[in-house]
């Protein structure tokens, strides 16, 4: 049997376990790897290390090597998240909706663990961890499938997380690392739903469309943000500008900053020159369209494809356009439904953008980057979902679970 | 363009004017579809004929033939069916869930129509106003691939509803049909993430595994199932053989009847004999283990194969086993996790039956037959999901939306 079907067929075993562990012992057990961790931080850091030098001979991108790389703060604050997980509530057990029944039936719909979580991330090494642990804290196995590049540190870390899942009377199949990275058998696992509930890809888009287009078990798909920010004829300049500004360069190599500012033309007459000064003042390099190109011939002009980029860099493309209308089209056209936001004075306006616009997050007078699990005071994310199934937008540890419904009676048959 | 391609494209159209249709718009339009089709009754028989010919002329079974039928009185039921559904509350525009965040952001959740559901059924010429219906209550566009032997009346039937939703203004796109029912057009439309949100498969087991192990849209995926009632050692008598017998007899051609029942061995010592005359003389086949072969020679003795399969039938499989552990260890390895119950009069076991079954629904003292979402209350049922994600049991009109996150603020940014 291969790995992978092996590895399976224990996180589904494993899976059956847990469903009978309670909040008290799930939280021992993160307690129990945050502890471990930190104790054994020298042992990740060496195993790392091989990672790292073998990202060197290979070339690897400054950028790409820091993502991989562990320290001792790194570990320390993977091990403080874990203490936080452990503070949250657990959605497990709780009744979402009852029921009584003329017949007296009493029916609850309960939250469940979904099972086994498949897990398909990249580089990064603290996914290990911290996917281990939401699938732990919600009562899942996880089936992990990192990336060749970090399988040094991640065999360290899911060890260190086996000694304590050990200390604590867990079954160790609860988190599980496919040592087999190779490309067939993650095509394997994309369409094993005899023992899979769900995929969770974690990484670049290119990866998360591979999992989308050839996986037949569910997946839970994040990722991609071309978000906008429409300033409507009524917006305030100062309020306008700042959150622009906030959106495109607090954090621009995040899903939630913006790519796309639609301004409406009437804003645009008044406020246009401070607007575009503001941006090039923080080195924000702008792709205009034909309209704002012929008043400003020194930026770039944008191309169709600009309309459909997620730079994740200081690159801004600014449209006008007529109406609160022509904006909601153009962000429904281009956008990844992801978050955007209305600056606008005009209630109305923001109605019609709340409803027509086809998104995960929508905003009046806010920041895109609020959209977050933390910001929304979830106390933990499993990332944001931009598929409209199971769960959309930031998702928190609900995303992790299912519902049965228990029904409780006293010899009720049906006529 | 492909008919499939230029469908699809003017359903995703159809989706974004749906979304602004208010709750008194959609209901007018299921009871102009629900006049229009008492109105047009004849055309639709004279329609349905054609099938009923084709049908006759290929050999079809009497029973494929009746369910291909549609009569007066079936016409009837189902524009009362629309009355119905048009009095039931909208789940679009609810808002599941407030929050209000220290910075002052205020956020809601709130339940929006998912946008195109693919829906993909056999022979039933009625699943095509049913399923029109549902999405059109939940403001979703829908492109519908029925069958072949049900293309004349499917065609009729759309063309009914095309007349009626052109009466009160709405999208003639909001409800398509494919004619090309092909296989090859089928398995495209189940790759077709950028139109499509969702596929929901109604019809035989062979169907729904088709469609979830091709599908790369997201599938609600409903259907198979082997269910059991395990009777306790504790388990009254009469309310034992009562609720199998309901839950086996009473229509024994639907997913929530019982294939299986698990006795606890204690229980069998005591009662079995008056089990199985009470079953014999219902006329139902009793498949069983080793163990009551031995005592009863004259019963069908068991197969592996007979643990798992849905006989639909007047076939009953029967094993004793020592404990509820037993019980819950056979459900979760040969059922469907449908549904399942425990007749017991043990507190402590139901907890634990409760806990450890991996089914959508679980009973105690009552019949498996209650699963279903009129039984629920939910005064409309778009199927039973099999599945953890998104919706699992019997799935009412909430089950055909998502939610968005509204963020209402006052010029905040992330710090």
Known sequence: MSELLMKAKKAKEAASKLVAKTTKEKNEALKAISA??????????????????????????????????????????MADALLDLAELKDPVGEAVETIERPNGL??????????????????????????SALCLKTGNAVLLRGSTSALHSNKAIVNVIHRALNKVGFPLEAVQL?????????????????YLDVLIPRGGQKLIQTVVENATVPVLETGAGNCHVFIDETAKKE?????????????????????????????????????????????????????????????????????????????LAVKLVEDVEEAIA???????????????????????????????????????????????????????????????????????????????GNGQIRQ
């Open 106 to 131: 009493f029916i609850e719909k309960v939250r469940v663990p979904l099972g086994v979580v498949g897990m398909i991330y990249e580089a990064r090494p603290n996914v290990t961890v911290d996917a």
């Open 239 to 315: 309020m306008a500008i700042d959150i622009v500004i906030n959106a495109k360069t607090q954090r621009p190599s995040v899903c939630n900053a913006i790519e796309t500012v639609l301004i409406h033309k009437n804003w645009a007459n008044n406020h246009l020159r401070d607007f575009i000064e503001s941006l090039q003042k923080l080195h924000v390099e702008l792709r205009v369209d034909e309209e704002i190109y012929r008043q400003f011939p020194n930026l770039t002009l944008a191309t169709e494809e600009d309309w459909k980029t997620e730079y994740l860099d200081y690159i």
């Open 178 to 194: 496919l040592e087999d990275t190779s490309r067939e058998t993650a095509a394997k696992m994309f369409k094993l739903n005899e």
């Open 36 to 77: 471990q961790l930190r104790e054994e931080s020298a042992y990740i850091m060496k195993e790392n290390e091989k990672d790292l030098q073998y990202g060197h001979e290979k070339g690897y991108h400054d950028s790409l090597l820091d993502r991989l790389m562990l320290n001792e703060e790194r570990i320390d604050a």
């Open 330 to 408: 153009h962000i429904n056209q281009y956008g990844s439904h992801h978050s955007e936001a209305i600056i606008s004075e005009t209630k109305e306006h923001v109605e019609t953008f709340f409803q027509l616009v086809d998104s995960a997050a929508l905003y009046h007078n806010a920041s895109t980057r609020f959209t977050d699990g933390f910001e929304f005071g979830f106390g933990a994310e499993i990332g944001i979902s931009t598929q409209k199934l199971h769960a959309r937008g930031p998702m928190g540890l609900p995303a992790l679970t299912s519902t049965k419904y228990v029904i409780r």
